[in-house]
Each structure stands twice: as structure tokens, then as C-alpha cells.
């Protein structure tokens, strides 16, 4: 008799492995479309966005034809964005351009998908109070190219003048950083770096304050190079594009050879 229910007791164990765990309850059994985006709804305006997903998720893979499946997905992009989780974000508003292309709110996945590596922080950054142009560039690039895309392809976009206006703090933010590496390089002699990091700065950050300071270091670099023809041309630049700047005023240096260091008290 102890053997047979110890055999019955191996028995019922085996049976639990061959047909798996129990399944998970499933609240959402039975219920139409816009019940389950309604649930949704009210979980992202009551900010519990993990149990958003989960329903938007489930709205998506059941309902993939129908009208809320579109807006599941928009849904979900957004609510990984106010969960600051950028990846994910990302990754949901292209699934969506890529999925519908001419949908009437494509221009919000752009915006979405830009705001999301905009205001990316790690937890250097957040501990430390670090500036956004000492952050990793490539991801404000991609921010920026991401808005970009929606002003040129959506100009009359709800989204597009607070695009333009991000793009502007981006492209100075990138410029900034250009100049901090090209200040890096001109302490340590390595002229030639300098000058291709601010004549990227001058050409594809052309409306960016600091210009002006990219043409100065350029004047130092060729300076310093003996690249004369270089240097009184850049020179012209400036005069051209900043008659007022430190470098022509009265207390610049008249010895060529003390550029770098006027150039180093200026800033």
C-alpha cells in the first residue's frame, strides 16, 4: 500500500509537468476592444503605466485589425516614456511609423520618439547634475535629427514649433560639446583635432552662438600651425560675421605669437 501512493504521488507530480503551471488569471476574458483600451486609459491616468501596457499589449495582439490597435500602440510608446524608459520608447514609436506610415498621428510618434532621447538622463547625470552637452552626443543627435524629420516632413504639425524650438537648444547643446573637445585637444598641442572639431561646429551648426568661438580657435590653431593665408583669411571671417568680438577689440594682442594665449583668457 506505501508504494502504490508513493507511485500515485510520482504519478500526479509528473501529470503537473507535462501539462505546466496554472494559467494566469486573464481579467480581460471576454471583453470587447475599446473595454480593454477604456482599462488602459483609466491605468495611464491613474500613472500605473505597467499595467497600461499589459493591457494595451493584449488590446494589440487580440485585436490586431481593429481601430484601438493603432492607438494601443501609441499608447504604449508613450506610457514607456513616462516610465523614463527611452529604449523602449523608442522602439514602440518606430514600430509604429514603420506599421503606419500615413497614419493621421504618425507626426506624435516622431515627437514622442524625439522627446524620449531628449530627456534621456543616466544616473551620472542625474547624481551629478551633468550639463546635456557633456552627455553622449549620439543620442542628442538622434533627438535632434528625429525632430528634424518631423518639421520637415509635418511643418504644419501641432508638434512641429516645439520641435523647431528643441532642435535649437540641441543643435547649441552639440555645438557646446564640439567646442569642449576642441578646447581639450588645443591644451594639449593636437592643433590639426582642434580645427576639424570646430570647422564641424561652423558648418553644420551655422546659426549656434558658439561660432564665433569656433572661428577664434581656428585663428589659433592656424597660428600656432603657421598656416598664415588660413589664419588672415578666418580672420576676414570674423571681422565679416563678428566685428564686435573680443579678438578685434583694443586689448587684442598685436605679437602673433601670444595668440593661443589671448585666445585661452577670453574663455
Not at 501512493?5 to 470587447?32: R, V
Not at 492607438?71 to 523614463?84: D, P, S, V
Not at 561646429?201 to 592656424?222: C, D, K, M, N
Request: glycine letters at 4%; aromatic letters at 14%.
Amino acid at each position: 500500500m506505501k508504494y502504490i501512493l508513493i507511485l500515485m504521488f510520482a504519478l500526479l507530480l509528473n501529470g503537473c509537468a507535462i501539462f505546466g503551471a496554472p494559467t494566469e488569471f486573464d481579467d480581460t476574458k471576454g471583453w470587447s476592444a475599446e473595454r480593454i483600451y477604456q482599462e488602459g486609459e483609466t491605468k495611464m491616468t491613474d500613472r500605473d503605466y505597467d499595467k497600461a501596457i499589459v493591457y494595451f499589449e493584449k488590446l494589440e495582439s487580440r485585436y490586431p485589425n481593429g481601430r484601438f490597435a493603432a492607438q494601443a500602440q501609441l499608447e504604449i510608446a508613450y506610457a514607456n516614456y513616462k516610465k523614463q524608459e527611452p529604449v523602449l520608447a523608442v522602439a514602440a514609436a518606430d514600430r509604429f511609423i514603420k506599421l503606419h506610415p500615413n497614419h493621421p498621428n504618425v507626426d506624435y510618434a516622431y515627437y514622442l520618439k524625439g522627446l524620449a532621447v531628449f530627456n534621456e538622463r543616466g544616473i551620472i547625470e542625474k547624481v551629478t547634475a551633468q550639463q546635456i552637452s557633456d552627455r553622449d552626443p549620439r543620442a542628442l543627435s538622434d533627438s535632434f535629427m528625429t525632430f528634424k524629420d518631423l518639421v520637415t516632413r509635418y511643418p504644419n504639425s501641432r508638434y512641429a514649433k516645439d520641435a523647431t524650438q528643441r532642435m535649437v537648444y540641441l543643435s547649441n547643446s552639440l555645438s557646446e560639446h564640439e567646442l569642449h573637445v576642441a578646447r581639450y585637444y588645443m591644451k594639449r598641442q593636437a592643433y590639426l583635432a582642434a580645427i576639424n572639431r570646430v570647422k564641424y561646429v561652423i558648418e553644420y551648426y551655422p546659426q549656434s552662438p558658439g561660432v564665433e568661438e569656433a572661428l577664434v580657435i581656428l585663428i589659433s590653431a592656424y597660428d600656432l600651425m603657421s598656416l598664415d593665408d588660413l589664419k588672415n583669411d578666418t580672420i576676414r571671417v570674423l571681422q565679416a560675421n563678428y566685428p564686435n568680438s573680443a579678438m578685434l577689440g583694443k586689448g587684442a594682442p598685436t605679437d602673433e605669437r601670444v595668440w593661443w594665449k589671448f585666445w585661452e583668457s577670453l574663455y
